[in-house]
């Protein structure tokens, strides 16, 4: 099981940037992938999650109707289109799966599986 984030870059306050979990080694039919970030000092906090296991969605409130979650016509690929960035949103971000719950969950200690980390830098 493997996952790739890519998309990062900097970005002007207001823009947008669209990120992409690329899975190998599984199908997504059946996980979750969730997005968490990172910033400096910060602990990773979990702002968007798919669930192709239940169906369901999920957003953290600091991103929530400025960032969409989406599965790839590739169907093993998972984007997070951000819009509307905001310097905060500045982080490294990381897509994560899990082999046991398969549904949205928040907390880092879930996942199994990590990407790498892409950074996200936002200049107002």
């Known amino acids: 099981v493997q996952l790739q984030a890519s998309g990062g870059g900097p970005v002007q306050a207001g823009g947008s940037l669209r990120l992409s979990c690329a899975a190998s080694?599984?199908?997504?039919?059946?996980?979750?992938i969730a997005w968490f970030r990172q910033a400096p000092g910060k602990g990773r906090e979990g702002i968007s999650c798919?669930?192709?296991?239940?169906?369901?969605?999920y957003y953290a409130d600091s991103v929530k109707g400025r960032f969409t979650i989406s599965r790839g016509n590739t169907k093993n690929t998972v984007y997070l289109q951000m819009n509307s960035l905001k310097p905060e949103d500045a982080a490294v971000y990381y897509c994560?799966?899990?082999?046991?719950?398969?549904?949205?969950?928040?907390?880092?200690?879930?996942?199994?599986?990590w990407g790498q980390g892409t950074l996200v830098t936002v200049s107002s």
């Open positions: 994560a799966t899990d082999e046991y719950y398969r549904t949205c969950r928040t907390r880092p200690v879930i996942y199994d599986y």
């Open positions: 080694g599984f199908t997504l039919d059946g996980y979750a």
């Open positions: 798919i669930s192709f296991s239940d169906g369901s969605t």
